[in-house]
């Protein structure tokens, strides 16, 4: 397998993040300076309106797919296409040699990654990043809306930006995807369609070499089972489903809103798909395998009903207003969507943790920190999305008394966002993880797993 040191070495020092504009300039600046080399077209629109770029970079007769921030509040990917489109085009020799037909999408979001831009330049701390946060709810989601047929559940209803994505997975039929997420918190790790168990060890050193750990601590679900530490098989829906049959009170179908993933969708073209988790912030109790004097559940137990404080206690603000929301008010369908199944969510999962003897004996530091300290940091979401949903409604046409309501509860939930978020900056002894060593990690990962499916060349 090649070494793709000069690839990696040459990765910018990057301070922030492009916007889509930013983003969308230089791809047609690429295209503009090496119009044999790059075709640049306009894939499909947002639901905004707005255009979706999709380069073509010719290499070879195996085809390849990546695109950026099918979560919009996951820019990291972006970037390392930023630097990839370029690099591949003015090296004829790598692009050559790698074998394959290249389309890349930047930003498949691009509604969603304008509506996190306020935190792309920075400061890069936990509370700005969080104040500035957006995520659409699933059933809005690019990556969670192709079709999806299992047991009791169906939905049919790919939003544009998915359909985009449809059309070039159907037209290309790729042998290897790159869907480019990356975490808010934490150490490396990774999630593939297919147990490539050769390639492991390569992996971990992409990971090694810019001195980010692994994550050693909870996994993202509870029910997943990994291929080895910190690899996991890209679970989908129906595994969702499976979960709630077993532990939920109520039918899955009634707790379920979003479609399938993209690596679902491909895989009937037998396409390995890849993502690459990185953290921006980091705390060195993360890979701590240090024994805490408690249990594992003890500590599971604990974030449930941190979260679920959180929310009922959101709860209280949003319902003053709620009566108030528009249908095209992006922040409140995720309050919404989470506080509609907060209660069965969190009874559920509770079941689980109380059940699984994976959860009866002690506790690593690493685990501890997941379940106690990081709920302090992702519970702020919640508060973000009331505060922004507010805002969203005050530049509407409203009544005076509707707007003073609005602006009384905006008001008391940036009191309590402050108040949380000062606990978190005390709480939480992060460092900020440089971009260029998490795209060096992503890119990496991403080459290992493209050269090694693709051996002919």
Same mark, same amino acid.
């Given at each position: 397998?090649?070494?793709?040191?000069?690839?990696?070495?040459?990765?910018?020092?990057?301070?922030?993040?492009?916007?889509?504009?930013?983003?969308?300039?230089?791809?047609?600046?690429?295209?503009?300076?090496?119009?044999?080399?790059?075709?640049?077209?306009?894939?499909?629109?947002?639901?905004?309106?707005?255009?979706?770029?999709?380069?073509?970079?010719?290499?070879?007769?195996?085809?390849?797919?990546?695109?950026?921030?099918?979560?919009?509040?996951?820019?990291?990917?972006?970037?390392?296409?930023?630097?990839? /489109?370029?690099?591949?085009?003015?090296?004829?020799?790598?692009?050559?040699?790698?074998?394959? /037909?290249?389309?890349?999408?930047?930003?498949?979001?691009?509604?969603?990654?304008?509506?996190?831009?306020?935190?792309?330049?920075?400061?890069?701390?936990?509370?700005?990043?969080?104040?500035?946060?957006?995520?659409?709810?699933?059933?809005?989601?690019?990556?969670?809306?192709?079709?999806?047929?299992?047991?009791?559940? /169906?939905?049919?209803?790919?939003?544009?930006?998915?359909?985009?994505?449809?059309?070039?997975?159907?037209?290309?039929?790729?042998?290897?995807?790159?869907?480019?997420?990356?975490?808010?918190?934490?150490?490396?790790?990774?999630?593939?369609?297919?147990?490539?168990?050769?390639?492991?060890?390569?992996?971990?050193?992409?990971?090694?070499?810019?001195?980010?750990?692994?994550?050693?601590?909870?996994?993202?679900?509870?029910?997943?089972?990994?291929?080895?530490?910190?690899?996991?098989?890209?679970?989908?829906?129906?595994?969702?489903?499976?979960?709630?049959?077993?532990?939920?009170?109520?039918?899955?179908?009634?707790?379920?809103?979003?479609?399938?993933?993209?690596?679902?969708?491909?895989?009937?073209?037998?396409?390995?798909?890849?993502?690459?988790?990185?953290?921006?912030?980091?705390?060195?109790?993360?890979?701590?395998?240090?024994?805490?004097?408690?249990?594992?559940?003890?500590?599971?137990?604990?974030?449930?009903?941190?979260?679920?404080?959180?929310?009922?206690?959101?709860?209280?603000?949003?319902?003053?207003?709620?009566?108030?929301?528009?249908?095209?008010?992006?922040?409140?369908?995720?309050?919404?969507?989470?506080?509609?199944?907060?209660?069965?969510?969190?009874?559920?999962?509770?079941?689980?943790?109380?059940?699984?003897?994976?959860?009866?004996?002690?506790?690593?530091?690493?685990?501890?920190?997941?379940?106690?300290?990081?709920?302090?940091?992702?519970?702020?979401?919640?508060?973000?999305?009331?505060?922004?949903?507010?805002?969203?409604?005050?530049?509407?046409?409203?009544?005076?008394?509707?707007?003073?309501?609005?602006?009384?509860?905006?008001?008391?939930?940036?009191?309590?966002?402050?108040?949380?978020?000062?606990?978190?900056?005390?709480?939480?002894?992060?460092?900020?993880?440089?971009?260029?060593?998490?795209?060096?990690?992503?890119?990496?990962?991403?080459?290992?797993?493209?050269?090694?499916?693709?051996?002919?060349?």
């Amino acid at each position: 397998m090649r070494d793709f040191t000069n690839l990696i070495k040459n990765i910018p020092d990057y301070q922030e993040f492009l916007t889509v504009d930013e983003m969308d300039a230089s791809t047609l600046k690429l295209q503009a300076e090496y119009p044999d080399k790059v075709q640049v077209t306009e894939a499909g629109r947002s639901r905004k309106g707005r255009p979706i770029y999709c380069l073509k970079i010719a290499g070879g007769k195996k085809n390849a797919f990546m695109f950026g921030c099918p979560h919009p509040n996951e820019p990291m990917g972006a970037m390392m296409l930023e630097y990839f /489109t370029r690099a591949i085009v003015e090296d004829d020799a790598l692009r050559e040699s790698l074998g394959y /037909t290249w389309y890349i999408i930047k930003s498949i979001d691009v509604d969603g990654t304008q509506l996190n831009e306020k935190w792309f330049k920075g400061p890069f701390t936990l509370t700005n990043y969080a104040r500035n946060y957006f995520r659409p709810a699933g059933y809005e989601q690019a990556e969670w809306t192709f079709p999806l047929s299992y047991k009791k559940y /169906t939905f049919d209803k790919p939003i544009p930006e998915t359909q985009v994505l449809m059309k070039i997975i159907d037209e290309a039929k790729p042998v290897f995807m790159y869907s480019l997420h990356n975490s808010g918190f934490g150490g490396t790790y990774w999630y593939l369609t297919k147990d490539l168990s050769p390639i492991w060890e390569k992996l971990y050193a992409a990971s090694k070499k810019q001195n980010i750990p692994l994550h050693l601590g909870e996994p993202e679900v509870n029910y997943i089972t990994p291929y080895a530490p910190a690899i996991f098989p890209l679970i989908g829906q129906e595994d969702t489903y499976d979960y709630y049959e077993k532990f939920a009170d109520a039918p899955p179908e009634t707790l379920m809103s979003a479609g399938g993933s993209s690596g679902g969708y491909a895989a009937k073209y037998d396409t390995v798909t890849l993502v690459t988790e990185l953290p921006y912030f980091y705390e060195e109790r993360i890979q701590s395998d240090k024994q805490m004097p408690f249990t594992r559940r003890e500590a599971a137990l604990k974030k449930l009903d941190y979260y679920h404080e959180n929310e009922r206690t959101v709860e209280t603000y949003y319902s003053q207003v709620k009566h108030l929301i528009s249908g095209d008010n992006p922040f409140a369908k995720m309050v919404e969507l989470s506080l509609k199944h907060a209660q069965q969510s969190y009874e559920t999962e509770k079941a689980f943790v109380e059940s699984s003897e994976d959860y009866a004996g002690p506790c690593k530091e690493s685990e501890a920190f997941d379940n106690l300290e990081l709920p302090k940091f992702f519970g702020l979401f919640m508060w973000t999305l009331t505060i922004r949903a507010c805002e969203h409604e005050l530049e509407k046409e409203h009544t005076d008394e509707d707007k003073a309501l609005l602006a009384k509860v905006h008001d008391a939930c940036e009191k309590e966002f402050a108040a949380r978020g000062e606990t978190v900056e005390r709480d939480i002894h992060y460092e900020v993880t440089p971009i260029k060593k998490l795209v060096s990690i992503q890119l990496e990962s991403g080459m290992i797993v493209a050269d090694y499916l693709n051996p002919e060349k």
